[in-house]
T-cell receptor
Framework: NAGVTQTPKFQVLKTGQSMTLQCAQD?????MSWYRQDPGMGLRLIHY???????DQGEVPNGYNVSRSTTEDFPLRLLSAAPSQTSVYFCASSSSSRGLDLQHFGDGTRLSIL | AQKVTQAQTEISVVEKEDVTLDCVYE???????LFWYKQPPSGELVFLIRRNSFDEQNEISGRYSWNFQKSTSSFNFTITASQVVDSAVYFCALSEFSFSGNTGKLIFGQGTTLQVKP
């Protein structure tokens, strides 16, 4: 059981570069979300999706793009990286079914923007 | 707006001491879930417990116990006889809960860093 898989685990970018953080889950979960973790601020929701083709903004969406073309994948795009986006990023998935709605987290992507 | 507050930024104890991590939440929803996660130095998030808003029974799991009090909007976490392996960042979180169930969204507290010294 792979669960939620995030790639890459580490990445260093220069300001202005673009990149995509990948997130895949094999549990057929409807809900997927991206969080960023910064010191002293806990995890904050960036974007989330309640199903393929449906996405919405979370608390801190600026500078990030998402799309959900399949149930399994929910990539997070940084179009023009900024130092303020240096953070640890977590992807999560969960089911809409009661009793199965526990969130499953990936291991995180540590991103540094120089 | 929904909010989770963990007022204790860092706690340091000596092994075998008991320690309580505080969590206070704000929500207008009558139905919600509360969670505790552990983040060890390796960085992954480890699920510890989930409690729904209709279940105010205290929970005990080994050395861990949780006290949920809706009257004070608190969901505190106690580690009894702490061990060095308990050293980690602990997060309390609140989920939005719609009529149909899970919304897939969590609101996290700022986290409490627990250091257990030998």
């Amino acid at each position: 059981n792979a669960g939620v898989t995030q790639t890459p685990k580490f990445q260093v970018l220069k300001t202005g570069q673009s990149m995509t953080l990948q997130c895949a889950q094999d549990m057929n979960h409807e809900y997927m979300s991206w969080y960023r973790q910064d010191p002293g601020m806990g995890l904050r929701l960036i974007h989330y999706s309640v199903g393929a083709g449906i996405t919405d903004q979370g608390e801190v969406p600026n500078g990030y793009n998402v799309s959900r073309s399949t149930t399994e994948d929910f990539p997070l795009r940084l179009l023009s990286a900024a130092p303020s986006q240096t953070s640890v990023y977590f992807c999560a998935s969960s089911s809409s079914s009661r009793g199965l709605d526990l969130q499953h987290f990936g291991d995180g992507t540590r991103l540094s923007i120089l | 707006a929904q909010k989770v507050t963990q007022a204790q930024t860092e706690i340091s104890v000596v092994e075998k001491e008991d320690v309580t991590l505080d969590c206070v939440y704000e929500t207008r929803d009558t139905t919600y879930y509360l969670f505790w996660y552990k983040q060890p130095p390796s960085g992954e998030l480890v699920f510890l417990i989930r409690r729904n808003s209709f279940d105010e029974q205290n929970e005990i799991s080994g050395r861990y116990s949780w006290n949920f009090q809706k009257s004070t909007s608190s969901f505190n976490f106690t580690i009894t006889a702490s061990q060095v392996v308990d050293s980690a960042v602990y997060f309390c979180a609140l989920s939005e809960f719609s009529f149909s169930g899970n919304t897939g969204k969590l609101i996290f507290g700022q986290g409490t860093t627990l250091q257990v010294k030998p």
